[in-house]
């Protein structure tokens, strides 16, 4: 159950995209389209951005799109607002009824 | 609204034990997987537990295997984590988690565990 690897940081200016990388194995992200994700800002409880891969829930803004190849999974946030920082996380099934989440990225909008 | 409210956080000796709740309402709740999550003071999220809506199906990090124990009353609606052994790295922020799609789509507050002497 080795955490999932994800950059510490990434950052951009307002109205540029960023994407962040989520990367397993052919064990993990590589064999399942169960890879989510999730947006927590400082002192607050996540909150679901992506599930499985590429499907947004209701309210997520469609600025927030995933995607995945081999085994890595990525976050796109197209049109940056200050309001996206936050930290990022990624999480995914791994097979025997068990989940890891990634180590986090902290994203910071300039 | 789906909400799910987490109780039982507090201070324990390293050793001891503590049992953690987490009261769900809006929603059907025995249909659904559940899990726990927990989060050290400035650290990531890391899964702990997840169990399905008989209780049949569950799994554990291998970090509190065979220390913690996840249960559920879909009777009371309420999950539950028995922690026993607990260790100072144990200190975190407990989230209950409600599961969709292998997503979790509805999160808890959050209660805080400290394991010091």
């Known amino acids: 159950q080795s955490a999932l690897t994800q950059p510490p940081s990434v950052s951009g200016s307002p109205g540029q995209s960023v994407t962040i990388s989520c990367t397993g194995s052919?064990?993990?992200?590589?064999?399942?389209?169960?890879v989510s994700w999730y947006q927590q800002p400082p002192g607050a409880a996540p909150k679901l951005m992506i599930y499985e891969v590429t499907n947004r829930p209701s309210g997520v803004p469609d600025r927030f799109s995933g995607s995945k190849s081999g085994n890595t999974a990525s976050l796109t946030i197209s049109g940056l607002q200050t309001e996206d920082e936050a930290d990022y996380y990624c999480f995914s099934y791994v097979g025997s009824y068990t989940m890891v989440f990634g180590g986090g990225t902290k994203l910071t909008v300039l | 609204e789906a909400q799910l409210v987490e109780s039982g956080g507090g201070l324990v000796q390293p050793g001891g034990s503590l049992r953690l709740s987490c009261a769900a309402s809006?929603?059907?709740?025995?249909?659904?997987?559940m899990l726990w999550v927990r989060q050290a003071p400035g650290k990531g999220l890391v899964w702990v537990s997840r169990?399905?809506?008989?209780?049949?199906?569950?799994s554990y990090a291998d970090s509190v295997k065979g220390r913690f124990t996840i249960s559920r009353d879909n009777a009371k609606n309420t999950l539950y984590l028995q922690m026993s052994s607990l260790r100072v790295d144990d200190t975190a922020a407990y989230y209950c988690g409600r599961e969709s799609f292998y997503a979790v789509d509805v999160w808890g507050q959050g209660t805080t565990v400290t394991v010091s002497s």
């Open positions: 169990m399905n809506g008989d209780g049949t199906t569950i």
């Open positions: 809006g929603f059907t709740f025995s249909p659904y997987w």
């Open positions: 052919s064990s993990d992200v590589g064999s399942y389209n169960r």
